[in-house]
């Protein structure tokens, strides 16, 4: 069975300070890797997409992949209490069009 | 910018009905899924659809499950005979597999089996 595992936190972090959240997976197969922000109630948001390994960078956001370690983070910097939220982890399988959701990890940013 | 619309946005059924769900995808997206997410669990993958087909389940996607494009704009799920472990949140999600931008959810429908 092919899992993501996410730690379901609350990651609870100070307004302004980078917020950290973590996610692997086990399918050595999977190319691609998302990460969606969920409000409570609603549907889930892409943030950031990433299919190389190393750093990629959007606004306040980073997403890092390493494969060789099947480990996928997401940075955020300057957290705002807008960030509250929970941070979905996604990967898609491979030679599948699906993708595999992690539990989430529930992010809360204090004024 | 572009979105994935989803009727109605919340439906409570009798235990044993029939339920369509309703999602209009991004116009110029070929792909097209629906997952679901019950309370406080995962979001997991029932069906995606491309070419006017089924192209992959999940063991979800049983018989009690099917889906239609009736017309080309409309993608829908319908739920025959319902029951109280349907109840969940159903997002519908549309792509253009060809940028990899990953999937547009809709707003979903949150279905109330009763």
């Known amino acids: 069975q092919k899992e993501v595992e996410q730690n379901s936190g609350p990651l609870s972090v100070p307004e302004g300070a980078i917020a950290s959240l973590n996610c692997t997976y086990s399918?050595?197969?999977?190319?691609?890797f998302f990460w969606y922000r969920q409000y409570s109630g609603k549907s889930p948001e892409l943030i950031m997409s990433?299919?190389?390994?190393g750093d990629k960078e959007d606004g306040r956001f980073t997403a890092q992949l390493n494969k060789a370690s099947q480990y996928v983070s997401l940075l955020i910097r300057d957290s705002q209490p807008s960030d509250s939220a929970t941070y979905l982890c996604?990967?898609?399988?491979?030679?599948?069009?699906?993708?595999?959701f992690g539990t989430g990890t529930r992010l809360q940013v204090f004024p | 910018e572009p979105e994935v619309t989803q009727t109605p946005s919340h439906q409570v059924t009798q235990m044993g009905q029939e339920v369509i769900l309703r999602c209009v995808p991004i116009?110029?997206?070929?792909?097209f899924y629906w997952y679901r997410q019950i309370l406080g669990q995962k979001v997991e993958f029932l069906v995606s659809?491309?070419?006017?087909?089924?192209?992959?389940k999940s063991e979800i996607f049983d018989d009690q499950f099917s889906v239609e494009r009736p017309d080309g704009s409309n993608f829908t799920l319908k739920i025959r005979s319902t029951k109280l472990e349907d109840s969940a949140m159903y997002f519908c999600?549309?792509?253009?597999?060809?940028?990899?931008?990953?999937?547009?959810f809709g707003s979903g429908t949150r279905l109330t089996v009763v």
């Open positions: 999600a549309s792509s253009d597999r060809e940028v990899l931008y990953g999937y547009t």
């Open positions: 399918d050595r197969g999977s190319q691609s």
């Open positions: 990433i299919y190389s390994n």
């Open positions: 996604a990967a898609e399988g491979y030679n599948t069009d699906k993708l595999i």
């Open positions: 116009s110029n997206h070929l792909y």
């Open positions: 659809f491309y070419n006017n087909e089924i192209s992959e």
